[in-house]
RNA sequence: GGCCCUAUCGUCUAAUGGUCAGGACAACACGCUUUCAAUGUGUAAAUCCGGGUUCGAUUCCCGGUAGGGUCACCA
């Protein structure tokens, strides 16, 4: 049976299927939660909520000597932050008497056995007894995958009857949550025929597997802390939108086939397709993810961003950008499409807060003016912004009043030194919105204080 | 090394048994502009190699190579 027969066959989209979609996420508490994590815990969720199904998280703290409480706070945190929430939570160390139930039980009929080790601390350890079978499972997105389980032996299914290992509480926790499809990293592949294995001991029915294609740091390997194996809340530290990260993290591994690549979690869980997943892995390039945050900044309500941004300045300029709002808005309106990640806003604002010191050769234009012409063109200006109205002290006005003048000497000439006296930058944004948002008082201030240094 | 997965521009990717192999990011050039940013236009940039099937393969098959994953009393 074809991959396309298969899929069909069990089509969720069939509105005759009684079969509710359960996906979870099912991450361990021994690191924080990364883009990988993001990435695989994004498709499950997509997944499931375009099938009005279930979206369960499950922390798998087993492993009790390395999972940490402060791990799980910040893959919850995470995972909340990027949008996502789930219809039913578990603890795995909360589950002992139920792996105990079914670890017996495969003891008493000799499907697992405890087995004497001559080497550790442990007097003995519970051991699957394996069939050595050939197994072949179907995936998703890679079609028929076949393993011979013989050179597995027979692995460690726990450490005792209160101690389950890994591959034995997933299998029995998907089952007992009636998961029906796991949808998780390539990097599970080879864990699959042995957890099949367990659940055919156990007589569980066998989910459907969707193995995703891992995201690779810049060296091509495994996602690790060496890259940007880094929690995701250090993204929004840094300054990165939830929406960005997950247009970013939606588009590795799946496309629509179409051209467009701005998708928000709405269109995502109305347009993702299991079909289309990738096959092979990607790597993280973090320029892509800097772009998806820059559109996204640029989108944003200035209001709302004005609300955000103070919190990402040092403390003088944040308490400077709170006096006054109206000001505030109309910088974060200039600024917001000249930066990339929301700290960005600290650079190069200051010169709207206070007087910009600079050397009077700034205010020469390409090498190409004297200092007298300069100062001419200054005074100019002064003339025509003093008998302008301060209520109508705008960029288009201020730019209209000055335009004459600005044409008839050669618009670098004047516009050069006019924007150098306000901002004191060789790279600024132009001088009739510095104009405006310094306000007519301090706009002339600054022009009589250039014409002072020449 | 065994087993498993994968292979299209530098990166994310689209497409097809026959296309000028498309888009996006990045890069570069040009336009607009006093500078920057934004924006517009354009340029450069890819089907891993070798066989086979076929009138025709980037596409299907086989082999090689390369990359990745995995081989715990971790998950």
């Given at each position: 049976m074809s991959k396309a027969q298969v899929q069909n066959k069990h089509s969720i989209n069939d509105t005759k299927s009684q079969v509710q979609v359960i996906t979870r996420f099912a991450p361990s508490p021994t690191g924080t939660l990364h883009l990988g994590g993001a990435h695989t815990a994004l498709f499950n969720y997509l997944f499931a909520r375009q099938n009005n199904g279930k979206f369960?998280?499950?922390?798998?703290?087993?492993?009790?000597?390395?999972?940490?409480?402060?791990?799980?706070?910040?893959?919850?945190?995470?995972?909340?932050?990027?949008?996502?929430d789930w219809d039913e939570f578990y603890r795995q160390s909360e589950r002992k008497e139920i792996y105990k139930k079914y670890l017996e039980r495969l003891i008493n009929e000799?499907?697992?056995?405890?087995?004497?080790?001559?080497?550790?601390?442990?007097?003995?350890?519970?051991?699957?007894?394996?069939?050595?079978?050939?197994?072949?499972?179907?995936?998703?997105?890679?079609?028929?995958?076949?393993?011979?389980?013989?050179e597995l032996e027979d692995f460690v299914i726990a450490k005792d009857l209160e101690s389950p290992l890994f591959h034995f509480t997933v299998v029995v926790d998907d089952a007992e949550m009636e998961i029906t499809h796991i949808i998780r990293g390539e990097d599970h592949i080879s864990n699959t025929p042995r957890q099949i294995l367990i659940q055919e001991a156990l007589g569980f029915k066998s989910p459907f597997y969707a193995h995703m294609p891992l995201m690779l740091g810049p060296d091509r390997t495994k996602l690790s802390k060496r890259h940007g194996a880094v929690s995701v809340n250090s993204y929004c530290e840094q300054g990165y939108l939830a929406k960005a990260l997950i247009n970013f993290l939606a588009l590795i591994g799946w496309n629509p086939g179409t051209e467009k690549e701005i998708y928000d979690m709405e269109e995502l869980i109305r347009e993702f397709s299991i079909k289309r997943i990738q096959k092979s892995a990607a790597i993280f390039n973090i320029e892509r993810l800097d772009w998806f945050n820059f559109h996204y900044i640029k989108q944003m309500d200035e209001k709302e961003l004005a609300d955000l941004l103070p919190d990402y300045l040092p403390e003088d300029l944040k308490s400077k950008a709170k006096k006054n709002h109206a000001q505030w808005v109309k910088i974060v309106a200039l600024e917001k499409e000249r930066i990339t990640k929301l700290p960005d806003i600290k650079n190069g604002i200051a010169y709207f807060f206070e007087k910009p010191e600079f050397g009077k050769e700034m205010l020469l234009w390409k090498q190409e003016k004297d200092f007298g012409a300069v100062k001419k063109h200054l005074g100019k200006v002064i003339e025509i912004l003093d008998a302008m109205d301060e209520k109508t002290f705008m960029s288009q006005n201020i730019k209209e009043a000055v335009w004459n003048y600005v044409e008839e000497q050669g618009r670098g000439n004047v516009l050069w030194p006019f924007r150098v006296a306000l901002s004191g930058l060789e790279k600024s944004p132009d001088p009739f919105i510095i104009s405006e948002i310094l306000g007519k008082e301090e706009s002339l201030n600054r022009l009589h204080h250039a014409i002072e240094k020449l």
């Open positions: 369960i998280l499950r922390i798998e703290d087993t492993d009790i000597a390395r999972s940490k409480k402060e791990y799980e706070d910040d893959i919850l945190a995470g995972l909340k932050w990027l949008g996502f000799d499907k697992a056995y405890f087995s004497k080790e001559t080497e550790g601390e442990r007097e003995s350890v519970i051991r699957f007894r394996n069939p050595n079978k050939k197994i072949s499972f179907n995936d998703l997105i890679r079609g028929d995958i076949q393993f011979d389980t013989a």
